[in-house]
């Protein structure tokens, strides 16, 4: 009975004791999940303690590999798990030698898998993937120019990209920008408030492959080009390059089915004398479609072109266009109208660039259509217009008053210049016949007005 005893007593203090390191395993147990839960609890709240720093020091080191002559920058990276957010501010790029320069004041991407976020693979190559990207104040030097954007959206699951109010223009005034070459060059500013991108190829976009866009939309887009033919042309420099030449030479896949430009402003300008006033032609109101613009078009492929706008504010022009896709050289066909104008709108430019000035004449109607076939315009004019009367301006000074410059206004509108362009009884009248060579110095749009203004001369008498 006593050993029974000793038995039983000696099994609950057995029991006593499991029991007692069961309560201490269960105590601490419970106090590393609290302290477990408490670091969770605190790493989901305040992720930026953790991820900051490392996420800032691989987009750096990251960068510094892939621009090793550069100077990388960035202020601050926030990311924002419960949003699924990633900001970054006040980002920049900048090249050793001070050539060029890339910044973003800030920069919001959305969608990201915050899983992703610790390994460095992933946040350099797939951290765009179904995300949301907003930038802020986009600033580029680059050459002779500035490249400013003030937003930029790309959604990658809409497959869309949002740019506004874009403004590119020289990094100096036009003086200092002309100083800077020994031969005659083109200055452009270009402005527009709004352009959408839709249907845009993403994975090809953001790897760089390929630039496939289904349809872009433009509003309120000017550009202002200005020629100084102060200097002479620099036949050693490259020639500017066509629509054509420029297809060629993307050797990525480019393809953009449709591009439409609503509200658009062209201003065009000729100067022959440093500092002086410039020759001006302008198009307001322009409305622009363009559809086909691709680099691996089919054979017999082309882009299609209609375009209208009002020239000198006065006479509504309208253009139509068809350039073969592919096509080793410039070959093309455009053709359109202009409707009733007064001439002497036209003396901005005429009076500077080619040294006349109109004192009367009016456009009741016009209609054109121009051949190019390897740079070479062929091609009809029918204008009718009446009462021309032109004046022949000196070149040095600008003035008609001279005796010899009144001798040769008279003479001019007597014998050479044909004031009246209108059908007779039978309906016939003077047709103008294009026929102009593109020179090794004029861009796409100066060699299509030169190609036009060969059929106005051949109908004036110019």
Not at 290 to 302: C, H, Q
Not at 388 to 415: C, H, P
Not at 418 to 446: C, H, L, V, W
Request: proline fraction near 3%; aromatic fraction near 10%; hydrophobic fraction near 40%.
């Amino acid at each position: 009975m006593m050993m029974f005893k000793k038995i039983l007593h000696k099994q609950i203090q057995i029991r006593q004791y499991q029991l007692s390191l069961w309560k201490v395993g269960l105590y601490l147990g419970l106090s590393v999940w609290s302290i477990l839960c408490v670091c969770v609890f605190v790493l989901l709240l305040f992720p930026q303690l953790y991820t900051n720093d490392f996420l800032k020091y691989c987009l750096t080191t990251e960068l510094k590999i892939t621009y090793p002559t550069s100077t990388v920058k960035i202020e601050r990276v926030d990311f924002h798990l419960w949003e699924n957010r990633l900001d970054i501010e006040n980002f920049s790029l900048k090249a050793q030698d001070a050539s060029s320069s890339f910044s973003i004041d800030s920069t919001s991407i959305i969608g990201i898998r915050w899983a992703q976020i610790f390994r460095a693979e992933s946040l350099t190559k797939h951290m765009l993937n179904n995300s949301v990207i907003y930038a802020k104040h986009i600033s580029i030097n680059s050459g002779s120019y500035t490249y400013r954007c003030k937003q930029l959206d790309i959604s990658v699951p809409d497959s869309s990209v949002t740019v506004k109010s874009v403004q590119v223009h020289p990094l100096k005034s036009d003086e200092q920008f002309f100083e800077n070459s020994k031969f005659r060059s083109t200055r452009y500013n270009l402005a527009f408030s709004q352009c959408m991108f839709s249907g845009v190829d993403m994975p090809g976009l953001l790897q760089g492959k390929s630039y496939h866009v289904r349809s872009t939309y433009a509003e309120d887009v000017m550009l202002d080009i200005l020629l100084n033919r102060d200097k002479a042309y620099d036949y050693n420099s490259s020639k500017p390059l066509m629509p054509n030449e420029l297809l060629l030479s993307i050797h990525e896949s480019l393809q953009i089915g449709s591009l439409n430009i609503i509200r658009g402003h062209l201003k065009y300008a000729e100067r022959l004398v440093v500092g002086a006033k410039p020759g001006v032609l302008t198009f307001e109101n322009v409305q622009m479609s363009v559809v086909g613009i691709t680099n691996r078009a089919k054979r017999g492929a082309s882009i299609a072109i209609r375009a209208q706008g009002n020239f000198m504010n006065s006479g509504l022009m309208k253009v139509r266009m068809s350039i073969p896709a592919l096509s080793s050289h410039l070959n093309l066909h455009y053709s359109g109208s202009l409707g009733a104008m007064d001439l002497t709108k036209l003396n901005p430019f005429l009076e500077i660039a080619e040294h006349t000035r109109i004192k009367s004449g009016s456009i009741q109607e016009a209609a054109y259509e121009i051949d190019v076939d390897a740079g070479h315009a062929t091609g009809n004019l029918r204008v009718v217009y009446k009462d021309l009367y032109i004046v022949i301006l000196n070149k040095k000074t600008g003035s008609a008053n001279g005796v010899f410059d009144q001798v040769k206004t008279f003479i001019a509108n007597l014998i050479k210049f044909r004031g009246n362009n209108i059908p007779d009884k039978s309906g016939n009248m003077k047709i103008g016949s294009a026929n102009y060579a593109r020179k090794p110095d004029e861009a796409f749009t100066q060699f299509v007005w030169f190609g036009l203004r060969s059929a106005v001369g051949d109908v004036a008498g110019f």
